[in-house]
């Protein structure tokens, strides 16, 4: 894969073809945002907070995706205040920008190393497919001693942005994937691998049970 530079970079947002097109938008400063081979992402206003509940916890195998809706907490906070990141906090938070991949393009999100010496973490899940369109999910942790104000509108993270040898015909969104389209963050849709779950389950099972068989003999 070839990495995209400033030029390319430029380039790949200005296509007239939108098919084609990397789109990242608003830009609110061009010059600021497009640095030497990435693209500056700046935080959004909404956040889906974790909160401690009475259920035994998270499991994508027995609970459905209501359970995991429901142990979350919509926060919206509005540009120009905070929101507070406590040491070992964790929370969802979003791209202010939309952003869509054609399908010769793929990236990565990258924290900015200003917020990784606060020891803020940005985006543990990193990798954009081709094809991907929407506001991207980002998981924000505070790994360091002290509170964290986050600013809704602030420059959090980065996108850098691979070429691919050629365009795939495969790209995100077209077999029902889990994240299509998102405005705000998303939870956690494991809940959707449930029969997957249940596949490990029952090879686990024919695994075990000629084991048990031979021991009985």
């Not at 401690?52 to 027995?62: A, F, K, N, V």
């Not at 029902?176 to 494991?190: E, I, N």
Request: charge should be negative; hydrophobic fraction near 40%; charged fraction near 25%.
């Amino acid at each position: 894969m070839t990495l995209l530079h400033w030029e390319a970079l430029k380039e790949a947002t200005e296509r007239k073809d939108l098919s084609q097109r990397l789109v990242v938008t608003p830009l609110l400063d061009f010059e600021k945002q497009i640095g030497p081979a990435s693209v500056d992402l700046r935080l959004g206003t909404e956040f889906r907070v974790l909160r401690r509940t009475d259920e035994s916890g998270l499991d994508p195998g027995d609970q459905p995706q209501s359970s995991v809706e429901r142990m979350t907490t919509t926060v919206n906070v509005e540009v120009g205040d905070k929101l507070w990141l406590h040491p070992g906090q964790f929370v969802l938070g979003a791209t202010l920008e939309f952003l869509r991949v054609p399908p010769h393009l793929a990236a990565y999100v990258l924290g900015r190393s200003s917020w990784g010496r606060v020891g803020l973490l940005v985006a543990t899940a990193i990798f954009v497919q081709p094809g991907f369109s929407g506001c991207l999910t980002l998981e924000l942790v505070n790994h360091g001693e002290s509170p964290i104000a986050l600013y809704p509108g602030s420059r959090i993270a980065q996108l850098v942005v691979h070429e691919l040898a050629c365009p795939t015909d495969h790209d995100y969104g077209r077999d029902a994937d889990k994240y299509v389209g998102p405005t705000g963050p998303q939870v956690s849709h494991l809940a959707k691998e449930a029969t997957e779950i249940e596949h490990l389950r029952e090879v686990g099972r024919r695994l075990v049970d000629p084991l048990d068989r031979v021991d009985s003999k």
